[in-house]
């Protein structure tokens, strides 16, 4: 399979690259991992006229730990350095435990975080993970730079808020006030399809109470649900058995699934709450071991 | 090493813009002329006669096609030509040497790791990706890292038992 005819540049700066996508106009993508893209090219799904390569700008694969704690993840960051970060093993549990699930192996060495984020599919695992982190995302234009939170950074389906000549150069995701708790878990066929359902939760605690908590669903719905209502259920008191079953059904109430070839909407909405209430009764030292055979 | 390598032709009497590349292919260098929208997979096969990578289901699902590039395994259905500028290559034709075969092949021989052959070009690249980053690697590594290419034949049980007769044989041979 061929992609329609495109005129190709690679981009040797940001301000070259936003240059030619404001010369590009609506016809023009900025090419980054590419693992959702080409496929979507391939099938005629997309057909830019322009594609401007970022891949050949320097210093944008990074991802670190600003001074304020908070974790910054680069334009070229691929999945497999999120997945082999010590960083993240030791600092921030939910991207941790997602990165390894992104994909496949093959996908994860080229993909990007901030990519996927882009993309903006209702399936995409990273934006639920950077949701329920409260992170934002670093649009790059000619007027120079701004911030996006992730819960205003999808207009709908495979369709982000920056504008045709602005690039998403970094994800940002703020520094806990607490001690960083949670996960990401979802049920896929095989590797590398999309999911049946996915959670992402990720909590701050003080020691005693749960001071902040996000919750957000992947494929679940028309796009990715924050799940507001369990958040609430959590924040504000110590994890108990009872607390997480009530986030449990708060978050499967809050799913919009579809019966189709993964399974039936009962089935996903179950497999939501099971997911919220394996990830809560995994985190150490708050006494709520036991809420997963408890409900 | 030069190619000029014209996919379709011109169209309608137009022109259709190309772009020169230099890469490097299993150590070779090699200057191409290419249409940006050619994948790295068909410039590998079509252009250099390299049909070793084969193109399963070319929409990113079989790995099939996986190729080292910089020393990562992609799946180069899913990246263009172009966009391998100034990069290295590796292919399944250059794991053997002019008289040797090399271990992860010997491995899929010993061990039975292939029936139709399809998948195997693309298994063993991604499992030189995974011998190069961890020579010690446990039967739960070699599934994990191959478990992003499609084998429709063997079970995957002896494909596993050949990466990892791969790896003692390249441990033993480091050793020695």
């Known amino acids: ?295 | 090493m030069t190619i000029i390598y014209e996919e379709t032709g011109s169209e309608g009497g137009a022109e259709i813009p190309q772009q020169r590349i230099t890469i490097r292919v299993n150590g070779r260098k090699v200057v191409a002329e290419v249409e940006p929208r050619l994948l790295l997979a068909h410039l590998l096969r079509h252009g250099m006669g390299l049909t070793g990578t084969h193109t399963g289901c070319d929409t990113t699902n079989c790995g099939a096609c996986t190729v080292l590039v910089d020393g990562r395994a992609v799946k180069s259905c899913t990246m263009f030509a172009v966009q391998a500028d100034g990069r290295e290559i590796g292919t399944v034709e250059g794991l053997a040497t002019a008289s040797e075969l090399h271990p992860l092949q010997e491995g899929f021989k010993e061990e039975h790791g292939l029936q139709c052959g399809f998948c195997t070009p693309g298994m063993m690249m991604a499992a030189k990706a995974l011998l190069d980053r961890d020579p010690s690697p446990t039967e739960e590594d070699v599934r994990w890292a191959l478990s992003g290419n499609l084998c429709r034949c063997t079970g995957y049980q002896n494909i596993v038992k050949s990466v990892l007769w791969a790896a003692e044989k390249l441990r033993s041979q480091s050793a020695g």
């Open chain 1, 1 to 295: 399979m061929y992609p329609s005819r495109f005129r190709y540049e690679a981009a040797r700066s940001l301000d070259q690259a936003v240059r030619l996508l404001h010369d590009g106009g609506d016809e023009a993508k900025v090419l980054a991992g590419g693992q959702s893209l080409i496929p979507m090219m391939k099938l005629r799904f997309a057909s830019p006229e322009l594609l401007v390569d970022i891949n050949t700008i320097p210093g944008l694969d990074y991802h670190h730990v600003a001074p304020d704690g908070s974790i910054h993840v680069g334009a070229l960051c691929r999945h497999a350095d999120l997945e082999h970060s010590e960083l993240l093993g030791s600092r921030q549990p939910t991207m941790a435990a997602a990165a390894p699930l992104i994909a496949d192996p093959l996908v994860r060495n080229r993909g990007t975080l901030v990519g996927s984020l882009c993309h903006a599919d209702p399936q995409g695992d990273w934006a639920s993970v950077v949701l329920a982190l409260g992170g934002s995302i670093v649009a790059h234009g000619p007027a120079g730079r701004r911030s996006i939170p992730a819960a205003e950074f999808v207009l709908g389906p495979f369709e982000n808020a920056l504008a045709h000549d602005e690039i998403a150069v970094e994800a940002v995701i703020p520094a806990p006030r607490g001690a960083p708790a949670g996960g990401y878990l979802k049920l896929e066929r095989r590797v590398g399809d999309f999911a049946t359902a996915g959670v992402a939760v990720a909590i701050e605690t003080d020691g005693s109470s749960v001071t902040r908590a996000g919750i957000a669903l992947t494929g679940v719905g028309g796009s990715t649900i924050e799940a507001t209502a369990a958040e609430e259920a959590l924040t504000g008191r110590p994890l108990t058995a009872e607390s997480i079953a009530e986030a449990g059904r708060l978050a499967a109430a809050a799913a919009q699934p579809r019966s189709d070839h993964r399974g039936s909407a009962t089935y996903k909405r179950h497999m939501v709450s099971t997911f919220v209430l394996r990830i809560l009764s995994r985190i150490e030292g708050t006494g709520a071991g036991t809420a997963e055979r408890a409900a």
